[in-house]
């Protein structure tokens, strides 16, 4: 494509030709509109003008009859000016006046016309000018003709024609120059964004949009564009630390699996050694298995997938399943699982997803919130309540709780707090948990309950009846 | 029974007939969606198995064509997309169970078996019987030997779907999909806390137990006598 056509083709050009024809017709419309106003006042004025010594003359002619009417004129038409008289017969023999050559049925015809005629003074006599002349017919049978020449509407005119190009001019220029203003402040931006997001895609995705502060739509779009950045970054993030952990929290099991299906191949003697081999295979993988089906929950929990499966549900009788599934193992490990639910709580989301996550909760809850000593309050506390629009779902134990600083990083996928990670489970329960809460558009607060940990599930409530 | 399994992993369809075979069933296999759903439509046949995602003609389309020819025979949609929408549009299309993948044999049996007692008639009985034991659906009543045994609520439902089922193998899956309408894993043993407090209420103090563990699959009720 040649420089030309490109340049035709960018929306600066565009634009500034837009602007171009708006202003040009608009100059133009202005010009004419003053012309056509000006020239319509500079007529109506002849018009008065002319007017008035029609019936000045005729008062002339009134008082002193055709003599004293020939003197008058005679008198008037010598003077300098643009005046235009002329007095005749009947027959229309002139006596008076100052025009010389002008179309004879002129004086036939009474009331107003416009004639070409050539004025009687030397040097003038060549020139044909136009004019605006009136006829009346005297009593006696004379006529009387008074005009006035156009040459003031001519001059001015001209006198306004000049001043409208030189206008018509300077719009032009002023709008060339104003649309290449204009399109280049919108394209330098539009162009500085294109040039950001290029580099966003070519990998930095650390990189933002500038944001000028003056609040406009430029503005605004960068900021949208700079929370969508923001979200993709801490997606990303996600995945990198997701796929980082998965590198670690699958490779660890699946070496152990390896080694000890090699130590069995090796060292098995019996069929009880092969069998007690396979069988801690099949664990392993089960294990392996349901750390996969976690994370692929989170990853769909988190990407907002789930979101069309969401329905209207009682957050209540949720947790009060969760209470009831949960009752007799918590029970088993010498805990009180308490319920304070009552009425109906209206959640819109996925029950399915409210309920793993409420379980989880629990599900740690009853792993860590014991501290087994006796005397201890081994109480585990699920609680709902409804609170300025948030349905909390609040699960509470005494157990030894998460220490302030490293409640942020307990969400977090593979995050088990003790380094030793001795205890069962695979770090998920929490990230999951604060993954729905995301995706219902609400949060995982973790909270000191001294002892022990409270952790809350706040989703936004539906303003149901009865709530 | 006869089961068509519709899967196109050859080594993993293989898996299956052996698997089933020895488990005492007769299975045919077919490779993709078309061989499928020729054979789904001519055979006699107890339960489908089919994979979700076939060449030719995808595992879904497959049950819904299926179903709209007026085959009624129970589906089991064996799917590698485990997660609760899966299962639900799995669920629509005409299927009546969802296993994801990898699962374990035991769990695939069980539920196989589990579909072809859907339909058997007893599933409508309103009292259900296994030795000395009765349920009664209706008055929501438990005795055995003519003793009322009280439930709660959540273990009648539980001791109602084992007696469902009674014979068959049911595994705890099952049980947290069935009873307590709850997809996910638990994670803990939640399910045997529930089933060994079952077990206390109906078999203690009797001779003959009646709530049976399968090492490695789940539970199931019978009559030992049997």
């Not at chain 1, 049925?105 to 136009?130: C, D, F, M, P």
């Not at chain 1, 895609?201 to 739509?217: K, Q």
């Not at chain 1, 319920?339 to 209206?346: K, Q, R, S, Y």
Request: charged share 25%; glycine share 8%.
């Amino acid at each position: 494509m040649t420089a030309l056509a490109k340049l035709f083709r960018t929306t600066a050009f565009k634009i500034v030709a837009a602007y171009l024809l708006i202003f040009s017709l608009f100059a133009l419309g202005v010009v004419f509109y003053l012309a056509r106003h000006t020239q319509q006042l500079v007529v109506s004025q002849i018009t008065e003008t002319v007017d008035l010594e029609v019936r000045n003359l005729s008062e002339q002619y009134g008082i002193g009859g055709i003599r004293r009417l020939v003197n008058v004129v005679e008198q008037r038409a010598s003077q300098p000016g643009s005046n235009l008289y002329m007095v005749t017969t009947y027959s229309g023999d002139a006596l008076a006046g100052n025009i010389v050559d002008m179309p004879a049925s002129v004086l036939q015809n009474e009331g107003w016309s416009e004639i070409t005629y050539r004025h009687s003074e030397a040097g003038n006599a060549a020139k044909e000018s136009r004019a605006l002349v009136h006829v009346v017919s005297l009593p006696g049978g004379f006529r009387l003709l008074v005009g006035r020449d156009f040459e003031e509407r001519d001059r001015l005119r001209q006198i306004l024609a000049q001043p409208a190009r030189w206008a018509v001019v300077l719009i032009v220029v002023m709008g060339v120059a104003g649309g290449i203003f204009v399109a280049r402040r919108v394209l330098q931006r539009i162009d500085s964004m294109t040039a950001t997001n290029e580099r966003i895609m070519a990998g930095d995705l650390s990189g933002r949009l500038a944001v000028t502060g003056s609040g406009d739509e430029f503005d605004r779009l960068a900021n949208s564009l700079n929370a969508m950045l923001e979200r993709i970054e801490a997606l990303m993030s996600g995945l990198k630390q997701v796929s980082d952990n998965i590198a670690h929290d699958l490779k660890t099991p699946l070496t152990r699996l390896r080694n000890r299906t090699e130590e069995a191949l090796r060292s098995a003697k019996s069929e009880t050694d092969y069998r007690a081999a396979l069988e801690s295979t099949i664990e392993e993988s089960d294990g392996l298995i349901r750390t996969f089906d976690a994370l692929l929950m989170i990853a769909r929990a988190e990407a907002g997938e789930a979101r069309h499966g969401m329905t209207d549900f009682d957050a209540n009788d949720v947790a009060k399943s969760v209470v009831e599934l949960y009752e007799p193992l918590a029970e088993e490990k010498g805990l009180r699982l308490a319920a304070d639910i009552d009425g109906p709580l209206p959640v819109h989301g996925s029950r399915e997803l409210v309920g793993q996550a409420l379980a989880n909760l629990v599900d740690n809850a009853i792993k860590y919130g014991a501290t087994g000593r006796p005397g201890d309050k081994n109480e585990i506390r699920v609680a709902t309540h409804r609170e300025n629009g948030s349905a909390l779902l609040t699960v509470a134990d005494h157990g030894r709780g998460i220490a302030a600083e490293d409640r942020g990083r307990a969400v977090e996928r593979f995050v088990r707090l003790e380094p030793s990670r001795s205890r069962p489970g695979v770090g998920l329960g929490l990230s999951l948990a604060s993954a729905v809460a995301r995706l219902h558009g609400g949060e995982l607060r973790l909270e000191d309950n001294s002892p022990g940990l409270r952790v809350t599930l706040a989703l936004p409530a539906q303003s149901g009846e009865g709530a | 029974m006869r089961l068509l399994v519709v899967e196109d992993d050859r080594e993993a369809a293989a898996y299956l007939r052996k698997a089933l075979r020895e488990a005492g069933h007769i299975c045919e296999i077919a490779y993709d969606g078309e061989e499928g759903y020729a054979l789904a439509l001519d055979g006699e046949f107890d339960v489908f198995v089919i994979d979700r995602m076939l060449p030719k003609r995808d595992g879904l389309s497959l049950v819904s064509e299926v179903r709209k020819r007026g085959v009624r025979t129970p589906v089991l949609i064996l799917s590698a997309l485990g997660q609760v929408d899966d299962r639900v549009t799995g669920l629509r299309a005409g299927g009546d169970d969802y296993l994801s993948k990898p699962y374990a044999f035991s769990e695939l049996l069980a539920r196989i078996e589990a579909l072809a007692r859907r339909i058997a008639p007893q599933a409508a009985d309103t009292v259900y019987k296994i030795g000395d034991l009765e349920l009664d659906r209706l008055a929501h009543r438990v005795s055995r030997s003519g003793q009322e045994i009280p439930l709660q609520p959540r273990e009648f439902r539980l001791l109602e779907y084992l007696m469902r089922h009674a014979g068959q193998v049911v595994t705890r899956t099952m049980l947290l999909e069935n009873v307590w309408d709850y997809h996910f894993d638990p994670q803990t043993n939640v399910i045997d806390v529930h089933v060994s407090r079952l077990r206390s209420k109906i078999d203690k103090g009797f001779d003959r137990p009646l709530l049976h563990t399968v090492r490695g699959a789940g539970y199931m009720i019978r009559d030992g006598a049997r």
